[in-house]
């Protein structure tokens, strides 16, 4: 049974930063790409950032390119996603995702794409 859970979230500044945590467990994650999503109150899932395990490849939002870094140690079985220069409209639950597919530009931001969700850890970010 393929469990992903999540930690590190919390209350941070504004211009601070966060490392999340996705542990996954029951089964062998090479063949999976591994996303964060975020939902804000009144919002929809968004899509935040993606990772091939096994080559590494990675895709983020336009939003937090540059100051999001996704990365994967496999030994662990562990997800991260470190966010820098928060921003008070990051404040969300962040949830860890896995799925498998084939590869388009599309299908990696898609929620819909991933089989696997975590509970979420709330983000959030004061002014």
């Known amino acids: 049974q393929v469990q992903l859970v999540e930690s590190g979230g919390g209350l941070v500044q504004a211009g601070g930063s966060l490392r999340l945590s996705c542990a996954a467990s029951g089964r062998t994650f090479t063949s999976y790409y591994m996303g964060w999503f975020r939902q804000a109150p009144g919002k929809e899932r968004e899509f935040v950032a993606a990772i091939n395990w096994n080559i590494g490849s990675t895709w983020y939002a336009d939003s937090v390119k540059g100051r999001f870094t996704i990365s994967r140690v496999n030994a662990k079985n562990t997800v991260y996603l470190q966010m820098n220069s928060l921003k008070p409209e990051n404040t969300a639950v962040y949830y860890c995702?896995?799925?498998?597919?084939?590869?388009?530009?599309?299908?990696?931001?898609?929620?819909?794409?991933?089989?696997?969700w975590g509970q979420g850890t709330q983000v959030t970010v004061s002014s």
């Open positions: 995702a896995a799925g498998v597919f084939i590869y388009t530009h599309y299908a990696v931001r898609r929620s819909d794409q991933y089989g696997y």
